[in-house]
């Protein structure tokens, strides 16, 4: 089946620096990879779509100038939590969509983040 | 505000029998709906889907029925294996396989 990995899988960074998360499809190309945040007890919220070689498209209330991503090839997506604050630690997940009509959506184990 | 709701956190279920996880939406633009089942440490992975032109769908051991004019949908596994325990979501859409918005799922845990 197609693998997504993410790295790293869990993260502590001091408040006021950027952490980078990369998603890659190890297997398949994504033409589209997603980025979701789950707070504890809380859905999956979809954060932002993006696709290879364009800019991301954000979720209402999701800030692109704090979480930048970057989709730079068929297979790597990353996202930058810049100038991390306690408030942003939680879990982040990616997932990548195959170009395949009818296929489904495949998610990374994600990574947490915790910001001191 | 919640679009997609899982009202149960839990379930235990005993092996052999039947299990059934429920899912509810309010928006009516979403025209299909996934259930995903999700292991700790672990992404979410694809079980079965449903666009909203039918009212069942099955794959083995798994059966997604939808209500329309409920909004409600609901998983049925049978029968319960150990292994299916995990976390399992629902999760819907208004474009096919993007743009997802999520329950926030119910533990399932099968008793040997």
């Known amino acids: 089946g197609a693998v997504v990995s993410q790295h790293p899988s869990w993260v502590i960074c001091k408040s006021g620096t950027s952490v980078k998360i990369e998603c890659r499809s190890l297997?398949?190309?994504?033409?589209?990879m997603f980025w979701y945040r789950q707070f504890p007890k809380q859905s999956l919220m979809l954060m932002a779509t993006?696709?290879?070689?364009?800019?991301?498209?954000?979720e209402q209330g999701v800030e692109k100038d704090k979480f930048l991503i970057n989709h730079a090839s068929l297979t790597l997506s990353t996202l930058t939590v810049t100038s991390a604050h306690p408030e942003d630690s939680s879990f982040y997940i990616c997932?990548?969509?195959?170009?395949?009509?009818?296929?489904?959506?495949?998610f990374g184990p994600g990574t947490r983040l915790l910001v001191l | 505000d919640q679009q997609v709701k899982q009202n149960s956190p839990s379930l235990s279920v005993q092996e052999g029998r039947i299990s059934i996880l429920n899912c509810d939406y309010t928006?009516?633009?979403?025209?299909?709906f996934l259930w995903y089942k999700k292991y700790p440490a672990e992404g979410p992975t694809f079980l079965i889907s449903?666009?909203?032109?039918?009212d069942k769908n099955e794959d083995g051991r798994f059966t997604v029925f939808l209500n329309k004019s409920a909004k409600h949908l609901s998983l049925h596994i049978v029968p319960s294996q150990p292994g299916d325990s995990a976390v399992y979501f629902c999760?819907?859409?208004?474009?096919?396989?993007?743009?997802?918005?999520f329950g926030t799922g119910t533990r399932l845990t099968i008793i040997p």
């Open positions: 997932s990548a969509l195959p170009g395949a009509p009818q296929e489904t959506q495949y």
């Open positions: 297997d398949f190309q994504a033409t589209t």
């Open positions: 993006s696709n290879e070689g364009s800019k991301a498209t954000y």
């Open positions: 928006n009516s633009m979403f025209d299909y």
């Open positions: 449903i666009s909203s032109i039918k």
């Open positions: 999760a819907a859409s208004p474009f096919g396989n993007e743009k997802l918005t």
